[in-house]
């Protein structure tokens, strides 16, 4: 079992071109409480030292009081995205209008580059599981993601970014590995990929498959974005905790994604044990230097100055 790189895969030409909605923007992290003063700070002085910021959608689909205005507020500085983990897209509950219509406010108050959430269910007959669970990779619920993907882009009026999730569990229903299942949906629904590396080394791990495989696999033009972040060990199992630094393995497939992909932005995902800002901007350095070097990108069509 191995989830590290193999130079026997060859990847197929990538793409250079990124979708028109999905712009190139560099390297961001995610904007979190704890670091409300630092980024605001940083932000005012012309020295954030990251190109964009990722936003945890439900945390601001609000009424008012401080997250939007602290979401207002850097949006002067930075482009920002909306991610969320509430969609409940693989559920068979009907989709949820109310969230859609939050959605739909918050996105028209921030015009945010793009929208993604996870490919996955998260609770069933209104009962949320407060998890990410992945689905069986077979046509019925691709077909079935598909189709409530489409409906969720046409009450959007834009296309979005489906995630690849962590996954610790199978179904005796698959029929084929995760990454055809992921292709299929955004082919027929016509949305985007957020490729999450480090998930995909975890889901390597957990169920044995090659996470170089996964990535060299995924055609190029339907990556918005791509994850990076740290995990745990529990037992024989890896977990995606968010609660450490990107490993060495993680790094090596981020490298191998962007020689596949091109310059695609990136994002630095902490949300447990945080550290300071200063270290996380640390590790959006090391992203960026990566796509530097492998594309001779990295600052993004984003605001400039964003990584002064």
Not at 86 to 96: A, E, M, R
Not at 143 to 148: D, I, K, L, N, T
């Amino acid at each position: 079992m191995s989830a590290s790189p193999k130079p026997a895969v060859q990847s197929r030409s990538p793409s250079r071109t990124r979708p028109t909605d999905a712009p190139f923007l560099g390297v961001g992290v995610g904007l979190r409480p704890a670091h409300y003063p630092a980024v605001l700070e940083r932000a005012g002085e012309g020295r954030l030292g990251v190109d964009w910021l990722e936003v945890l959608s439900e945390n601001y689909m609000v009424p008012g009081g401080r997250p939007l205005r602290m979401l207002d507020a850097v949006r002067c500085h930075a482009p920002v995205v909306l991610h969320g983990v509430s969609l409940n897209v693989g559920s068979t509950d009907p989709l949820d209008e109310d969230y859609l219509d939050a959605l739909d406010a918050l996105a028209q108050r921030t015009d945010p580059a793009w929208i993604s959430d996870h490919l996955c269910w998260t609770g069933v007959a209104g009962r949320n599981l407060h998890d990410l669970v992945p689905l069986p990779y077979c046509d019925e619920s691709a077909r079935h993601v598909a189709e409530r993907v489409a409906r969720v882009q046409d009450r959007l009026g834009r296309r979005i970014a489906l995630e690849n999730v962590s996954s610790y569990l199978s179904y005796k229903a698959d029929v084929v590995p995760e990454w055809e299942f992921l292709i299929d949906i955004a082919e027929r629904a016509d949305c985007g990929i957020l490729l999450d590396v480090n998930n995909v080394f975890v889901s390597a791990h957990n169920h044995g498959f090659d996470a170089a495989t996964y990535l060299l696999a995924i055609p190029p033009e339907r990556v918005f974005q791509i994850h990076l972040a740290g995990h745990s060990e529990s037992g024989p199992l890896l977990i995606d905790t968010h609660d450490h630094p990107v490993c060495e393995e993680v790094w090596d497939l981020y490298e191998l994604a962007i020689r596949h992909t091109g310059a695609v932005s990136t994002l630095i995902e902490w949300d447990d044990r945080l550290p300071s800002f200063d270290e996380l901007v640390a590790e959006a350095d090391r992203a960026r230097a990566i796509l530097e070097r492998v594309t001779g990108g990295g600052s993004g069509d984003g605001f400039d100055g964003g990584a002064a």
